[in-house]
């Protein structure tokens, strides 16, 4: 993957001020390399071949220097230096590199230049003297006050400013070639040549002549802050050139032979792999030279080095070492744990302290059952019987005797002699799991046969009523009189001289089968269902976000503060006094835990021998854990504090996979589908232990884990400015969240908007929208007008049909009635009483045929044009108030608008209705009427100042339900246009009937589909 480097200012500044604030840590030199964390890159992993010079500039990459180009390390990811105006950079060889004082780096080429990359990742070449005999850079140092002198072709240049020039009389430099430069703990160049040795003090502008005879040696490091040259035979000091203030400048770049901070001297020419000596640490500069000690160790690709052709060594900042070789890169680093093996096939490991090292058992992959004594920094085998069988358990007494629980029984140990202590039956079997041991004897744990216990030495049952019976799986003791026993059956059984008290479901225990037992300030009990604590008379189980690192405990213990130390699956796990007494007052709460697994040296993960603990505590504190691959010693005393996680930097960001390096205010284009971002930290002893989050503002609510991954996607992210957040954490968990985490960084980006998510487009979208509504209304109006007057043509067609069918049949028929009725009259005589009668009922016959003749005729005539609404309303309420007596008012709001035939029709019937109503209930002195038209419908408001109506009266506003005498008119007659009424009254105060109407069902071009009330 290549990259530019571009690197935000601010950044790096945060870094720089992190790295000052970070630890300077170093390799201890009492450990021996298998003790270290090693940790290899090849080929396969990404790293490049044929390092040849390594450097760590001020913000904490590791630059590589290699015959394939230029490339930085995070610790994670290599990556090769191709900036953007010159991609082919980075494939240049490179034969040397020097880390600057202001936190650039120096390049030189091996086919000729040098090159300088400054804070931002971005480089410049410098043109070198036409007239030098070689252009190959040999060597590059840095002066702490920023001068730069390179050894080019045997030339000695310096770099002013601008340009690289030959040194010259105006520095007092001989004309001679150069055969090696190095910086001393003052800060002053040294230059050897075959005429002698030169020396430029610190702020000096001339070089002076040093009486020194001695070859070039092989290198020249700063000790204490103190110069010395390292020769073939010797180490030799170099007088006058102490640091001033203590303050010796760092050396951030590598050599072949390289002395670290605790005075160990690696070397890569050994004449293979990695070897390491001890210089003495009690030598002072006045004591004068000393002999180069010895090789003591040496690590080669047997070992796991990544070839035996080692190239050179650089010692970081955070005290790791960085050996590059001939095909790839490799890291030591310390670890809080100390591991410790006598073989590399032995595992089973159960272990006991002693006052001047340790007792371990073990089984050996070749030779079976094993014994060893751990002192003096070394491994002793003891001599193991073979009839001995399988170690479990070990145990030493108070009074010195070491006894040995094994799968042929019991035995002790005189000297480093083993006996077999009488067996408990000869005829069935033998193996002990477990032994501890109080005044009243020496207790054991037989499989098959139960807890005995060893008095005058013989065996004896449990002298404890209850536990005669019982095969119990684990026990402790507690104090010196009391035995917790464990059974596969999830149950407790506390015993005594006065008895036994059972404990099980009913207080809260849910471990299952029990596997260990420890008794300290609490009682903890595992099982193969979980680990609990016992709290009051309740188990209360242990709950934590990592809670795989809670199972598979074999082994416990209580420090003397009050921190409880566990040993399971995934290491070693501290769980501190305060969160311990926070589980006391509440239980259910997650408990924060501090793992330390195998990037702090944990031999893989704890050893199953329960009931035997895999966890004790030697003479001095120390804690001994047993592990899978070999045991480990930590102390608890000497914990660093936690480490601050480094701020992230941003590297690269891309739109759909298509990567640019990171700037600020990055605008990605439009229709962007994913958008990708990579990231790092600059802690190179952290990595292992680092996890990441991101928060996408908009998008993530919390928190993102990302784990360890440095690299984080989002899909479909909408167009616009979007602010990204990635934090740094240290460990997991609770134990994560706790640490003083710095600032997240945060990166801002702008997503391009496509066509159709431009603002303007969208308001356009939306006027079109708009207007195909329109339209649509517009259509839909002018079919529903002649759908109307279809229905309107069917109606004078019906009419017709009707009035002819009136005339033809009813108006004849009468008619042709009283013809009959006037011949019955013709011949009543004058006199005849009955006759006025008769002639009475003629008379309004005929006046009942001419009244129906006008109906019909007003059927077949044509409709006339009705009237304004607000001017039939006015006329119908004048004559209403001219018979009636009270003063009648119509108000119109807004511009009239034309109504549909049949809405007009009804609307004036209501309105007429409503009026009349009005009249001839209310006992009103003033009727008003307000007809208000808007765009979204029309208005009836009619409001009297009469005798009101009482609430049972109008508890429903809507029309369609009111059945109140004249208002069940209303309702009718409004059916059919959506109508919505409220009626507001009380008595003495009047009434206000309102009545909404939507414009979509009484306009004749509503210009609206959505029916909506119309409000004030």
């Known amino acids: 993957m290549s990259s530019s480097f571009l690197r935000p200012g601010w950044t790096l500044l945060a870094a720089f001020v992190w790295m000052g604030m970070a630890p300077a840590w170093a390799l201890d030199r009492d450990r021996t390399l298998d003790q270290f964390h090693h940790t290899r890159w090849t080929t396969k992993d990404g790293a490049p071949l044929g390092i040849r010079k390594m450097s760590q500039t001020r913000d904490g990459w590791l630059w590589l220097g290699t015959t394939s180009g230029l490339f930085r390390f995070d610790g994670v990811r290599f990556e090769r230096l191709a900036p953007i105006d010159d991609p082919g950079f980075g494939e240049r060889p490179v034969s040397t590199v020097a880390a600057g004082a202001q936190g650039e780096l120096w390049v030189g080429l091996l086919a000729g230049g040098i090159a300088r990359i400054d804070a931002q990742g971005r480089p410049t070449t410098f043109a070198l003297p036409d007239d030098l005999p070689s252009r190959q850079t040999l060597g590059l140092s840095v002066l702490p006050n920023g001068l730069v002198w390179a050894n080019v072709g045997g030339e000695l240049l310096v770099y002013e400013g601008t340009t690289w020039q030959r040194a010259g009389a105006d520095w007092g430099w001989p004309a001679t070639s150069v055969t090696g430069t190095f910086v001393d703990a003052a800060g002053g160049l040294w230059v050897i040549s075959p005429k002698g040795w030169f020396r430029l003090r610190a702020g000096s502008h001339r070089f002076e002549t040093v009486d020194r005879h001695d070859p070039a040696p092989r290198s020249a490091r700063i000790i204490d802050g103190q110069s010395w040259l390292i020769f073939n035979d010797r180490v030799q000091p170099l007088p006058d050139t102490g640091a001033r203030n203590a303050q010796a400048p760092p050396q951030p770049d590598s050599s072949s032979i390289y002395v670290d901070r605790a005075r160990n001297l690696w070397s890569v020419y050994c004449p293979a792999g990695l070897c390491r000596s001890r210089l003495p640490t009690g030598h002072r500069m006045?004591?004068?030279?000393?002999?180069?000690?010895?090789?003591?160790?040496?690590?080669?690709?047997?070992?796991?080095?990544?070839?035996?052709?080692?190239?050179?060594?650089?010692?970081?900042?955070?005290?790791?070492?960085?050996?590059?070789?001939?095909?790839?890169?490799?890291?030591?680093?310390?670890?809080?744990?100390?591991?410790?093996?006598?073989?590399?096939?032995?595992?089973?490991?159960?272990?006991?302290?002693?006052?001047?090292?340790?007792?371990?058992?073990?089984?050996?992959?070749t030779r079976g059952p094993m014994l060893w004594r751990w002192r003096a920094r070394r491994w002793r085998q003891l001599p193991w019987p073979s009839e001995g069988g399988r170690i479990r358990a070990l145990l030493r007494d108070p009074s010195g005797t070491e006894w040995l629980g094994t799968s042929s029984g019991v035995w002790r140990l005189e000297g480093d002699a083993a006996h077999r202590l009488p067996l408990l039956d000869p005829t069935g079997p033998h193996d002990c799991r477990q032994l501890a041991r109080n005044r009243q004897g020496l207790w054991a744990l037989f499989?098959?046969?139960?807890?005995?216990?060893?008095?005058?030495?013989e065996w004896q049952p449990a002298p404890m009523r209850g536990l005669e019976a019982e095969q119990p799986t684990a026990f402790a003791l507690e104090g010196e009189g009391t035995v917790w026993t464990g059974y596969p059956t999830n149950r407790l059984i506390r015993s005594d001289a006065l008895g036994s008290t059972a404990f099980g479901p009913d207080h809260g225990l849910d471990v299952g089968a029990v596997t260990f037992l420890h008794v300290g300030h609490r009682l903890l009990v595992v099982g193969d269902r979980g680990l609990q604590l016992r709290v009051g008379d309740r188990f209360h189980a242990l709950r934590s976000d990592e809670e795989?690192?809670?199972?598979?405990?074999?082994?416990?213990?209580?420090?003397?503060?009050?921190?409880?130390?566990?040993?399971?699956?995934?290491?070693?796990?501290?769980?501190?006094?305060?969160?311990?007494?926070?589980?006391?007052?509440?239980?259910?709460?997650p408990v924060p835990l501090q793992v330390f697994d195998s990037a702090d040296g944990y031999p893989s993960g704890a050893t199953a021998l329960a009931p035997a603990s895999s966890l004790v505590a030697d003479a001095t504190g120390a804690l001994w854990f047993a592990g899978l691959d070999g045991v480990a010693r930590l102390d608890p005393r000497q914990l660093p504090p936690p480490r601050r996680a480094p701020p992230v930097v941003w590297l690269e960001a891309a739109a759909d996979q298509h990567w640019k390096p990171y700037r600020e205010g990055l605008d990605l284009p439009a229709g962007t589908q994913t958008v990708s971002v990579r990231f790092t930290t600059l802690d190179l002893g952290l990595t292992e232990q680092l996890r990441f989050q991101a928060r996408l503002e908009g998008v993530d609510k919390d928190w993102r884990e990302l784990g360890p991954q440095r690299e984080l996607s989002y899909s479909h992210l909408p167009a616009g400015r979007h602010r990204l957040e990635v934090r740094a954490v240290v460990g997991h968990g609770l134990s994560a969240q706790a640490m003083d985490a710095p600032a997240p960084a945060t990166m801002r980006f702008f997503l391009q908007p496509t066509l159709t998510q431009t603002l303007w487009f969208r308001s356009f979208a939306a006027v079109a929208v708009l207007l195909l509504l329109a339209l649509g209304v517009r259509w839909r109006t002018r079919v529903v007008a002649r759908h109307e007057q279809r229905l309107m043509r069917l109606r004078m067609d019906e009419r017709e049909q009707i009035a002819q069918d009136i005339h033809d049949t009813l108006l004849q028929g009468v008619h042709g009635l009283t013809l009959h009725f006037q011949k019955v009259a013709n011949r009543m005589s004058g006199g005849d009483p009955n006759r006025a009668l008769m002639d009475a009922a003629l008379d309004r016959a005929d006046q009942l045929i001419e009244r129906g003749r006008e109906q019909v005729a007003a059927l077949r005539a044509a409709p006339a044009p009705a009237p304004d609404l607000a001017a039939a309303l006015s006329d119908f309420g004048e004559r209403l108030a001219a018979d009636g007596g009270a003063r009648f008012l119509l108000d119109v709001?807004?511009?009239?608008?034309?109504?549909?035939?049949?809405?007009?029709?009804?609307?004036?019937r209501i309105g007429?209705?409503?009026?009349?109503?009005?009249?001839?209930?209310?006992?009103?002195?003033?009727?008003?009427?307000?007809?208000?038209?808007?765009?979204?419908?029309?208005?009836?408001?009619?409001?009297?100042?009469?005798?009101?109506?009482?609430?049972?009266?109008?508890?429903?506003?809507?029309?369609?339900?009111?059945?109140?005498?004249?208002?069940?008119?209303?309702?009718?007659?409004?059916?059919?246009?959506?109508?919505?009424?409220?009626?507001?009254?009380?008595?003495?105060?009047?009434?206000?009937?309102?009545?909404?109407?939507?414009?979509?069902?009484?306009?004749?071009?509503?210009?609206?589909?959505?029916?909506?009330?119309?409000?004030?």
């Open 912 to 1016: 007429e209705d409503a009026i009349a109503n009005a009249f001839q209930h209310s006992h009103a002195t003033e009727i008003r009427v307000t007809v208000t038209y808007r765009w979204n419908g029309l208005r009836l408001q009619v409001t009297d100042n009469g005798i009101g109506m009482a609430r049972p009266r109008v508890d429903n506003d809507r029309i369609g339900s009111v059945a109140n005498g004249g208002l069940a008119r209303l309702s009718d007659r409004s059916v059919g246009l959506s109508g919505r009424a409220r009626i507001h009254s009380a008595p003495g105060d009047g009434t206000t009937l309102t009545m909404r109407f939507p414009a979509w069902g009484v306009f004749e071009r509503p210009w609206w589909p959505i029916a909506v009330d119309c409000e004030d």
């Open 893 to 908: 709001d807004g511009p009239p608008r034309q109504l549909r035939p049949h809405a007009r029709d009804q609307l004036l």
């Open 548 to 589: 795989e690192a809670l199972r598979g405990v074999t082994g416990a213990h209580e420090s003397p503060d009050g921190d409880l130390w566990l040993n399971g699956l995934r290491g070693a796990v501290r769980i501190s006094a305060k969160a311990l007494l926070a589980f006391d007052h509440d239980p259910s709460r």
């Open 447 to 457: 499989h098959q046969k139960g807890l005995r216990l060893l008095r005058d030495s």
């Open 286 to 365: 006045a004591d004068g030279a000393f002999s180069l000690p010895p090789v003591e160790e040496q690590f080669d690709r047997r070992d796991g080095l990544s070839s035996d052709i080692g190239m050179t060594v650089l010692e970081d900042r955070d005290g790791s070492l960085w050996v590059a070789t001939q095909t790839g890169l490799d890291r030591f680093r310390d670890t809080l744990l100390a591991r410790f093996s006598p073989s590399g096939s032995a595992t089973n490991f159960v272990l006991q302290p002693e006052p001047e090292g340790l007792l371990l058992g073990a089984v050996e992959a």
